[in-house]
T-cell receptor, first 115, second 111 residues
Framework: DGGITQSPKYLFRKEGQNVTLSCEQNLNHDAMYWYRQDPGQGLRLIYY?????DFQKGDIAEGYSVSREKKESFPLTVTSAQKNPTAFYLC?????WGSGANVLTFGAGSRLTVL | AQSVTQPDIHITVSEGASLELRCNYSYGATPYLFWYVQSPGQGLQLLLK??????LVQGIKGFEAEFKRSQSSFNLRKPSVHWSDAAEYFC?????????FGTGTRLTIIP
């Protein structure tokens, strides 16, 4: 079945450590996204990628980094510069960027807790 | 910039009762509108979308939504809820090639 796989499901990190969240899709989608979800705040866009080897900052990119070396993969690194990294992270993809093609398919999420 | 308001943080309804979740948006042109549902600890699933045409759109799981331009609203409805509908519901608007989500409405179903 086609879909998005995020790993790990749960992750614990000590302050000062970088962590990388994995996102893999087999939908042949061009565009991929990372969102952060906090209680009562909805979803906020961290980074997005319209195509391989290209990515753009979203609304809350500070303290995060991404790469898009392959069409199916869009890993997110939460760096030690992110001041409040404890959150639920959602990866999504869409066939293309913009207009009616922007119907997102979501992964099951990764919950990061900083100890 | 566009925005989405979901005025109800939490709604409780009895199983079998009707449901309406409110969504108001702000966007200068004709928007693309979406409703997504999220079960606890899971990702979001698309319920329905409005791009153009008929202002009453049907979605999965028996949900429907009506686009009302004059009220800048896109309310989600279901005539009879089931216990499995308990989840969080997000309205979203696509404008300027950017998808903006509301803060969500948590739905609790009581027997």
């Amino acid at each position: 079945d086609g879909g998005i796989t995020q790993s790990p499901k749960y992750l614990f990190r000590k302050e000062g450590q970088n962590v990388t969240l994995s996102c893999e899709q087999n939908l042949n989608h061009d565009a991929m996204y990372w969102y952060r979800q906090d209680p009562g705040q909805g979803l906020r866009l961290i980074y997005y990628s319209q195509i391989v080897n290209d990515f753009q900052k979203g609304d809350i990119a500070e303290g995060y980094s991404v790469s898009r070396e392959k069409k199916e993969s869009f890993p997110l690194t939460v760096t030690s510069a992110q001041k409040n990294p404890t959150a639920f992270y959602l990866c999504a993809s869409s066939m293309a960027w913009g207009s009616g093609a922007n119907v997102l398919t979501f992964g099951a999420g990764s919950r990061l807790t900083v100890l | 910039a566009q925005s989405v308001t979901q005025p109800d943080i939490h709604i409780t309804v009895s199983e079998g009762a009707s449901l309406e979740l409110r969504c108001n948006y702000s966007y200068g042109a004709t928007p693309y509108l979406f409703w997504y549902v999220q079960s606890p600890g899971q990702g979001l699933q698309l319920l329905l979308k409005y791009f153009s045409g008929d202002t009453l759109v049907q979605g999965i799981k028996g949900f429907e939504a009506e686009f009302k331009r004059s009220q800048s609203s896109f309310n989600l409805r279901k005539p009879s809820v089931h216990w499995s509908d308990a989840a969080e519901y997000f309205c979203a608007v696509l404008g300027n090639e950017k998808l903006t989500f509301g803060t969500g409405t948590r739905l609790t179903i009581i027997p």
